[in-house]
């Protein structure tokens, strides 16, 4: 092997950074979601109207004010943002699981399995991902959850095929795995001690990334009036409701969007810098 | 200008001193040295185990060490002097009065350049598209018997065509000075020799050649002086024939005693006194196999049996790990049949592999990857820790990751995880080749000690002759042109 001078140490202070980074990012995305959580719990109905009270102004009792329906902005905010943060986890671990598992069967068993997992994944790569959401949408009756979620989960899912299968490839092509071969430890010792180790660092950022798409792709439809439809609290809903209010009640506006700028941060800073070599 | 000159003038025709060079790590001295001197027409070599300095001291006196590493001192030229701790200091040398040929000249050659245009960057008064640079580059190359491969990509090249083509590269500017790091790395004996007849001309022309390299065979071909270093110091020095053959130091002698031609070990007699037994383990019939046109074998027969120890020799890239993995059916054939016996079933035909880095799952602790070896043998609690004892380490190496763990190391637990097994054959290949002489001196003797122990059956594929000799009883002979011959040495089974 080659004998470098000393072995490269990597430049200490951008690890540190990026750890930090990381930190911060992790401990406000946990305050979000423990306002998603505990918010809609504590905070009054999100639908309850008081059509007395419309376009009121922040207050200590209601920090974000109220709609034009009279509605609490807050409790709308937090139902939105647990919508969003659910349906996009859910998404996520469903294109996650459906593109590891292709994956690693394309780049296992190669031959007619990989032509035929390669086609599929290629016909969706050629339709753009809001249009498969569209399609979905279209078929399924209107501003239903699951037709969003299928059609998330399945714009999604040939990002992690394309990725898996190209480093399995590599992987199970390795004299590591070949030596697993020859000592006969079967698959699961392959996948949990060659592939799965691999992969991990990967997905894990893959899996971030396709948070803030699901996430954005799912406010993108609400707001052209596509996904979900009113009376839900969405966020992309909520920030095309507060457009013609703008210059009476800036707040409407502000607060999903201030919601939406948050969690996309905190899920790109989550992304491991490291470890992916 | 005038500098340059005056220069110029004064560096010809005189030797390099180096009356102290220290390099430190942090607190740790690297290197340590006094009094060095290298005098046109006497090479010096620098031999010594991995980790002992010696490409550290290479590199301090070329400028090039990384900025963790402090070097104090001084080096002179003829009249002129220079501060070890000044780097900046000498780069005008370089290239024109002191180059350095770099160890795996395949990885230090620009892999998008044409071969031409790489030589031709060091010449002097280059400049982009300088006919007269390439004109000279072609010169060289043509010199150095490489007249067809100008044009080519350096990943076409063979490692000695690439070590003869950074040979071109490193001394086309004129340098008198040259530094050798580690040039015997994955070369063969053919591409060696052509190497060491190069740097002999080097210095017969009044250049001034300082080699640094683990390989004493290269020592002795080089002739002039050696130094022998161990733990950042010079043990002994003086001229080759000296040194290498009537040491009196300890250390030098256990060196020496490090190549296999000297080898004297117990189980050296045991394979010769162990009668074959039985049904062979692996069996190939007439097998072929060719990469593109180019055959590699054709119409090759083999029988392995227990207590057998097969040796495959031949230069670089005429297909003997081919031939090793075809016998293991790790590699598909054109014509032919392998065939394993019924004892071979069961993970029980093993593989030792050149760079044992690359055979453990890299990113999960070495304790992990064993232990799934353990439960699919049913070997017996304990059997890990003896046989790690046996191979002289500690448990608790385990608890490592297989980067954390020097090659050497890393290879004998890969001795003990193939022995878990109880394997009836294995393959060697070229499992020592990229250690040191004394790294390869313990790993065979553990290897060998186990394979002697247990009485299977050894395929060592290796370019090494005296390791070959050393260490089998059966030869197959794999040459370029004529394909396989069969070549068997000691009083066994002819096949």
């Given at each position: 092997m080659t004998t470098p001078l000393l072995e490269a140490s990597a430049p200490l202070g951008s690890r540190r950074r990026g750890r930090t980074t990381r930190r911060v990012a992790g401990v406000a995305l946990a305050g979000l979601v423990a306002f998603a959580v505990v918010g809609p719990l504590v905070l009054?109905?999100?639908?309850?109207?008081?059509l007395g009270r419309f376009l009121e102004a922040p207050t200590l009792a209601e920090p974000l004010g109220r709609d034009d329906y009279g509605r609490s902005v807050l409790a709308r905010v937090a139902h939105a943002t647990r919508l969003s943060l659910v349906l996009a986890a859910l998404c996520v671990a469903t294109a996650l699981i459906l593109g590891t598992v292709a994956g690693i069967a394309s780049a296992w068993f190669g031959g007619w399995v990989d032509a035929i997992l390669r086609s599929v994944s290629e016909a969706f790569v050629a339709i753009p991902a809001l249009l498969v959401v569209l399609l979905v949408s279209a078929l399924?009756?209107?501003?239903?959850l699951w037709a969003l979620y299928l059609g998330l989960a399945l714009a999604q899912w040939v990002e992690y095929f394309r990725v898996v299968r190209a480093r399995a490839g590599l992987v199970l092509g390795s004299p590591a795995v070949e030596a697993a071969g020859l000592l006969e430890l079967g698959p699961v010792h392959v996948v949990r001690r060659h592939l799965w180790p691999d992969l991990r660092p990967l997905l894990t950022t893959i899996a971030s990334l396709g948070m803030v798409t699901s996430i954005l792709a799912m406010s993108t439809l609400g707001f052209v009036k596509v996904g979900l439809e009113p009376p839900r609290a969405e966020l992309g809903l909520m920030i095309t409701e507060s457009f013609p209010f703008y210059d009476v009640a800036p707040w409407m506006s502000l607060a999903p969007i201030a919601v939406l700028f948050l969690l996309t941060v905190c899920f790109l800073g989550l992304r491991s810098s490291e470890d992916n070599a | 200008m005038t500098d340059l000159t005056m220069t110029d003038l004064t560096l010809s025709g005189h030797d390099l001193r180096v009356p102290r060079a220290v390099v430190r790590h942090g607190e740790t001295p690297l290197v340590d040295v006094a009094d060095l001197q290298v005098a046109p027409g006497r090479p010096l070599t620098i031999v010594g185990e991995s980790g002992s300095g010696k490409s550290v001291l290479a590199h301090a006196l070329m400028g090039t060490l990384p900025p963790e590493l402090v070097p104090e001192g001084t080096m002179s030229i003829g009249p002129a002097r220079f501060d070890l701790?000044?780097?900046?200091?000498?780069?005008?040398?370089?290239?024109?009065?002191v180059a350095l040929l770099p160890q795996e000249p395949a990885l230090a050659l620009d892999p998008t350049m044409r071969v031409r245009h790489q030589v031709a960057e060091g010449a002097p008064g280059w400049r982009p598209r300088s006919t007269a640079a390439l004109r000279l580059a072609e010169e060289r190359l043509r010199d150095l018997g490489l007249a067809n491969a100008g044009s080519a990509y350096p990943h076409t090249l063979s490692g000695g065509m690439a070590q003869r083509v950074a040979y071109a590269a490193a001394t086309i500017g004129g340098a008198r000075i040259l530094i050798v790091d580690e040039?015997?790395?994955?070369?063969d004996p053919g591409s060696l020799d052509r190497l060491a007849d190069l740097l002999t001309r080097h210095s017969a022309e009044g250049g001034l050649l300082v080699t640094i390299t683990h390989d004493l065979r290269l020592a002795r071909r080089l002739g002039g002086d050696v130094l022998v270093m161990r733990e950042a110091s010079v043990v002994e020095a003086g001229p080759v024939e000296q040194v290498l053959s009537a040491s009196a130091d300890p250390y030098t002698r256990r060196l020496v005693g490090a190549e296999p031609s000297r080898w004297r070990f117990p189980w050296m007699t045991v394979g010769a006194a162990r009668p074959a037994e039985g049904e062979p383990v692996v069996a190939a019939e007439a097998i072929a196999k060719s990469y593109g046109e180019t055959p590699?074998?054709?119409?090759l027969s083999v029988e392995i049996r227990r207590g057998e120890r097969w040796a495959v020799t031949g230069p670089s890239g005429v297909g003997k790990t081919t031939l090793g993995n075809a016998l293991l059916r790790l590699t598909a054939l054109d014509r032919g049949a392998v065939r394993h016996s019924e004892v071979a079933r069961g993970g029980r035909l093993q593989k030792l592999y050149q760079?044992?880095?690359?055979?453990?799952?890299?990113?999960?602790?070495l304790a992990a990857a064993m232990r799934d070896v353990v439960r699919r043998h049913g070997a017996e609690e304990g059997r890990v820790r003896s046989l790690l004892s046996e191979v002289g380490l500690p448990l608790d190496v385990l608890d490592r990751r297989p980067s954390q763990v020097s090659g050497g190391e890393l290879q004998r637990i890969a001795i003990v995880r193939a022995m878990l097994t109880r394997p009836v054959l294995i393959f060697a290949d070229e499992a020592t080749s990229r250690l040191d002489l004394a790294s390869q001196e313990t790993t065979m003797d553990i290897l060998m000690t186990e394979v002697a122990d247990s009485g299977c059956a050894l395929l060592l594929v290796t370019h090494d002759v005296d390791l070959a000799a050393a260490t089998t009883d059966h030869r197959l002979h794999l040459g370029p042109a004529d394909g396989a011959a069969l070549d068997q040495a000691g009083a066994s089974v002819p096949v």
């Amino acid at each position: 092997m080659t004998t470098p001078l000393l072995e490269a140490s990597a430049p200490l202070g951008s690890r540190r950074r990026g750890r930090t980074t990381r930190r911060v990012a992790g401990v406000a995305l946990a305050g979000l979601v423990a306002f998603a959580v505990v918010g809609p719990l504590v905070l009054p109905d999100p639908a309850a109207q008081d059509l007395g009270r419309f376009l009121e102004a922040p207050t200590l009792a209601e920090p974000l004010g109220r709609d034009d329906y009279g509605r609490s902005v807050l409790a709308r905010v937090a139902h939105a943002t647990r919508l969003s943060l659910v349906l996009a986890a859910l998404c996520v671990a469903t294109a996650l699981i459906l593109g590891t598992v292709a994956g690693i069967a394309s780049a296992w068993f190669g031959g007619w399995v990989d032509a035929i997992l390669r086609s599929v994944s290629e016909a969706f790569v050629a339709i753009p991902a809001l249009l498969v959401v569209l399609l979905v949408s279209a078929l399924a009756s209107g501003g239903s959850l699951w037709a969003l979620y299928l059609g998330l989960a399945l714009a999604q899912w040939v990002e992690y095929f394309r990725v898996v299968r190209a480093r399995a490839g590599l992987v199970l092509g390795s004299p590591a795995v070949e030596a697993a071969g020859l000592l006969e430890l079967g698959p699961v010792h392959v996948v949990r001690r060659h592939l799965w180790p691999d992969l991990r660092p990967l997905l894990t950022t893959i899996a971030s990334l396709g948070m803030v798409t699901s996430i954005l792709a799912m406010s993108t439809l609400g707001f052209v009036k596509v996904g979900l439809e009113p009376p839900r609290a969405e966020l992309g809903l909520m920030i095309t409701e507060s457009f013609p209010f703008y210059d009476v009640a800036p707040w409407m506006s502000l607060a999903p969007i201030a919601v939406l700028f948050l969690l996309t941060v905190c899920f790109l800073g989550l992304r491991s810098s490291e470890d992916n070599a | 200008m005038t500098d340059l000159t005056m220069t110029d003038l004064t560096l010809s025709g005189h030797d390099l001193r180096v009356p102290r060079a220290v390099v430190r790590h942090g607190e740790t001295p690297l290197v340590d040295v006094a009094d060095l001197q290298v005098a046109p027409g006497r090479p010096l070599t620098i031999v010594g185990e991995s980790g002992s300095g010696k490409s550290v001291l290479a590199h301090a006196l070329m400028g090039t060490l990384p900025p963790e590493l402090v070097p104090e001192g001084t080096m002179s030229i003829g009249p002129a002097r220079f501060d070890l701790a000044d780097r900046r200091g000498r780069r005008h040398l370089w290239g024109h009065h002191v180059a350095l040929l770099p160890q795996e000249p395949a990885l230090a050659l620009d892999p998008t350049m044409r071969v031409r245009h790489q030589v031709a960057e060091g010449a002097p008064g280059w400049r982009p598209r300088s006919t007269a640079a390439l004109r000279l580059a072609e010169e060289r190359l043509r010199d150095l018997g490489l007249a067809n491969a100008g044009s080519a990509y350096p990943h076409t090249l063979s490692g000695g065509m690439a070590q003869r083509v950074a040979y071109a590269a490193a001394t086309i500017g004129g340098a008198r000075i040259l530094i050798v790091d580690e040039p015997s790395k994955g070369l063969d004996p053919g591409s060696l020799d052509r190497l060491a007849d190069l740097l002999t001309r080097h210095s017969a022309e009044g250049g001034l050649l300082v080699t640094i390299t683990h390989d004493l065979r290269l020592a002795r071909r080089l002739g002039g002086d050696v130094l022998v270093m161990r733990e950042a110091s010079v043990v002994e020095a003086g001229p080759v024939e000296q040194v290498l053959s009537a040491s009196a130091d300890p250390y030098t002698r256990r060196l020496v005693g490090a190549e296999p031609s000297r080898w004297r070990f117990p189980w050296m007699t045991v394979g010769a006194a162990r009668p074959a037994e039985g049904e062979p383990v692996v069996a190939a019939e007439a097998i072929a196999k060719s990469y593109g046109e180019t055959p590699l074998f054709d119409d090759l027969s083999v029988e392995i049996r227990r207590g057998e120890r097969w040796a495959v020799t031949g230069p670089s890239g005429v297909g003997k790990t081919t031939l090793g993995n075809a016998l293991l059916r790790l590699t598909a054939l054109d014509r032919g049949a392998v065939r394993h016996s019924e004892v071979a079933r069961g993970g029980r035909l093993q593989k030792l592999y050149q760079d044992p880095a690359l055979s453990f799952p890299r990113r999960v602790p070495l304790a992990a990857a064993m232990r799934d070896v353990v439960r699919r043998h049913g070997a017996e609690e304990g059997r890990v820790r003896s046989l790690l004892s046996e191979v002289g380490l500690p448990l608790d190496v385990l608890d490592r990751r297989p980067s954390q763990v020097s090659g050497g190391e890393l290879q004998r637990i890969a001795i003990v995880r193939a022995m878990l097994t109880r394997p009836v054959l294995i393959f060697a290949d070229e499992a020592t080749s990229r250690l040191d002489l004394a790294s390869q001196e313990t790993t065979m003797d553990i290897l060998m000690t186990e394979v002697a122990d247990s009485g299977c059956a050894l395929l060592l594929v290796t370019h090494d002759v005296d390791l070959a000799a050393a260490t089998t009883d059966h030869r197959l002979h794999l040459g370029p042109a004529d394909g396989a011959a069969l070549d068997q040495a000691g009083a066994s089974v002819p096949v």
